[in-house]
């Protein structure tokens, strides 16, 4: 079974929808990040949570917003849905110690179309 | 802030050929530094990663890269490519406590 999962794995929505995008992880890390991707833009940080209680903003929070549920679930919310947000959407989790200290480890993928 | 910079985005070489993608990183004090590998319609897994220590790092498929701190740089190698490594290939750099930043990837082409 995969350590980091992402549902949905494919979505199509209209503009104006509330999506939710959800991230479960068995690999027991404090730490989850949600990343998006665009062509030749590399991975740019949404938003992450270094544990439960915890929220920071990334580079390109605007228009989104995250709820850490539990140690192991982090979610993506799009309020309002634009088509600009179309992309690949990337959780992500880490260790804050040990051998694998700040290595990330990523689910497969949720790939949004906003039309 | 921290940056990191892959100055080619597309590199093309022959199966056989040896590799070079290049990666320069900003950021004062020592970084970690990770080399990722995304292949086509898949999520990301790392290749290796430098914390400290030896700077010739070895990794997953026959890929190694070299820190050098003089040069900021973190450039990924390999003796000789496979078609199957043709995918895109993301530098990152940490510090102590910030999530990773990523460059924006080399796409690399395999052919015959």
């Known amino acids: 079974d995969a350590d980091v999962t992402q549902t ?5 929505t209209k503009t104006g929808k509330r999506i939710m995008l959800e991230c479960s992880q068995t690999k027991g890390h404090d730490r989850m990040y949600w990343y998006r991707q665009d062509p030749g833009l590399g991975l740019q940080l949404i938003y992450y949570s270094f544990d439960v209680k915890d929220i920071n903003k990334g580079e390109i929070s605007d228009g989104y917003s995250v709820s850490r549920q539990a140690q192991a679930k982090f979610s993506l919310s799009l309020e309002s849905a ?4 179309t992309a690949l959407y990337f959780c992500a989790t880490s260790d804050y110690a040990g051998a694998n200290y700040n290595e ?4 497969p993928g949720t790939r949004l179309t906003v039309l | 802030a921290q940056s990191v910079t892959q100055p080619d985005i597309h590199i093309t070489v022959s199966e056989g050929a040896s590799l070079e993608l290049r990666c320069n990183y900003s950021y004062g004090a020592t970084p970690y530094l990770f080399w ?3 292949s086509p319609g898949q999520g990301l897994q790392l290749l290796l990663k430098y914390f400290s220590g030896d700077t010739l790092v070895q990794g997953i498929k026959g890929f190694e890269a070299e820190f050098k701190r003089s040069q900021s740089s973190f450039n990924l190698r390999k003796p000789s490519v496979h078609w199957s490594d043709a995918a895109e290939y993301f530098c990152a750099v940490a510090s102590g406590n910030t999530p990773l930043v990523f460059g924006k990837g080399t796409r690399l082409s395999v052919i015959a």
């Open chain 1, 104 to 107: 990330q480890f990523f689910g």
């Open chain 1, 82 to 85: 634009i088509p600009n947000q």
């Open chain 1, 8 to 12: 949905p794995r494919n979505r199509i």
């Open chain 2, 36 to 38: 990722y590998v995304q």
